[in-house]
């Protein structure tokens, strides 16, 4: 059985907390969660600001604003025409279920929060995940293509799993913590970067030692 805390360890160990999810309230951070789909976080980051300056991180604002004038604003993430019509689907089931209050959604148990959130149209399992833990601070691992790549080139995943194969290999051995959960996927993110890419970086890796890929092209 892989020893999961202690790749953990290794990762914090060299790159150090990375302090996620960066965001004033958990509204902004499932907005960000669903702006974030098929871009990078700077791009998001442009379009938060948008929303911000023209006070519109409220469910009140953002069913107000008309759908062209959202697009306008989210624009700098890309695909702003199906993100715009995604996060006004999002904050009318709020209204309509909820209040206008996410932690409501969020505050159900577990399973519950997260059927309902993968119901939502435009919501997969990964944003459904990252507004979960990021914005509810419950315990529900994200997954990312960072994370299939690594766990296949350390061997402790075939390559061929589903999302919900992997979530279940983590959450099946880590400790059910909140604050582990968030530092461990911001870690396998800035490895995938740094260097288990596509083309992956082996000489500066902190994993090198226990990794069957770099064992089997030395």
């Known amino acids: 059985m892989p020893d999961l805390m202690q790749i953990y360890r290794q990762l914090l160990e060299h790159y150090g907390h990375r302090h996620w999810w960066p965001a ?6 499932a907005i960000g ?13 442009k379009a938060i600001i948008n929303l911000r300056r023209a006070e519109a991180l409220e469910v009140e604002s953002i069913l107000t604003l ?10 700098p993430s890309g695909f702003f025409r199906q993100k715009a019509e995604r996060l006004q689907l999002f904050c009318q089931h709020l209204r309509q279920f909820h209040q ?12 519950i929060a997260r059927r309902e959130l993968l119901a939502l149209k435009g919501i997969g399992p990964e ?9 509810g601070q419950r315990p529900s691992f994200v997954v990312d293509a960072y994370t299939g790549r690594l ?6 995943l075939e390559g061929a799993e589903k999302y919900a194969q992997i979530r279940d290999f983590f959450m ?13 996927h911001a870690l396998i993110v800035i490895h995938g970067k740094e260097c ?11 994993l090198q030692s226990r990794c069957r890929y770099r064992q089997q092209n030395p």
């Not at 206008?100 to 399973?111: F, I, Y």
């Not at 099946?172 to 461990?184: H, K, S």
């Open 24 to 29: 004033e309230t958990p509204f902004e951070v």
């Open 33 to 45: 969660a669903i702006l974030t789909q098929n871009t990078n976080w700077a791009n998001v980051e």
């Open 66 to 75: 008309d759908k062209e004038s959202l697009e306008q604003l989210i624009r």
């Open 100 to 111: 206008d209050r996410l932690e409501l959604l969020l505050q159900q148990p577990l399973t």
């Open 127 to 135: 944003t459904a995940d990252s507004i979960l833990l990021y914005a």
């Open 151 to 156: 766990f296949k080139r350390l061997g402790h």
């Open 172 to 184: 099946a051995r880590l400790p059910q913590e909140v604050p582990l959960y968030n530092e461990y």
């Open 196 to 206: 288990c890419r596509k083309r992956p970086i082996c000489n500066n890796c902190p």
